[in-house]
């Protein structure tokens, strides 16, 4: 097992390749510092194109890790959810929809519906759901984050009171602000 440990640059995280004459890997380690002792963190990971490069934005992976461990523990053996999330960021590569807010409108439907109704045979339904509850998302320009502001978390994922108690805010906030980005969505829906 001969491996190449290749590194690349970067100035936010610490990126390699590792390679071994068949396969090729690459591996980025992100920096971060937790908030006392909760499951948010502070990253060198811009969350925006413009972010500082002294800035250090709050990440909550970590918290939604931990929710989607939660699902699965309880899930069914058969449970479509990650299917699911799997379809929706697959099928809007290529569209101004993020693979973020296909994740963040999966967890609250995950929030919303008992596991049990998660299984094969819901696959068609939870599929609709998901999209009915981005058209909606997309017409009312909402889309509010999972983690801050949420009361209805598993008690094994720890918030700061600040995170907790905060109003959420709103992922699709272009499209409440620019006219032209909320037609854009409306029109990227309809062709998904």
Excluded at 32 to 49: L, N, Y
Excluded at 86 to 99: K, P
Excluded at 102 to 130: C, E
């Amino acid at each position: 097992h001969n491996w190449h440990l290749k590194l690349l640059p970067s100035r936010r995280c610490c990126q390699f390749q590792v390679t071994n004459g068949r396969e090729s890997f690459r591996i980025e380690i992100q920096f971060g510092v937790r908030r006392g002792d909760s499951d948010i963190f502070v990253s060198s990971q811009p969350r925006e194109a413009y972010t500082q490069s002294t800035t250090w934005p709050e990440t909550y992976s970590v918290a939604e890790m931990k929710f989607f461990q939660h699902i699965t523990r309880q899930a069914p053996p058969d449970s479509v959810h990650l299917r699911c999330l799997q379809f929706f960021t697959r099928l809007v590569l290529g569209f101004g929809f993020s693979t973020y807010s296909m994740k963040t409108l999966v967890m609250h439907l995950l929030n919303a519906f008992p596991v049990s109704q998660w299984r094969r045979g819901y696959l068609l339904q939870r599929l609709l759901d998901i999209s009915d509850y981005l058209r909606l998302c997309v017409l009312t320009k909402c889309l509010k984050h999972f983690i801050v502001g949420n009361q209805r978390l598993p008690q094994d994922i720890r918030l700061p009171p600040d995170v907790q108690t905060a109003r959420p805010y709103n992922l699709f906030h272009r499209l409440a602000e620019e006219p032209a980005a909320h037609n854009q969505a409306i029109n990227e829906y309809r062709v998904l």
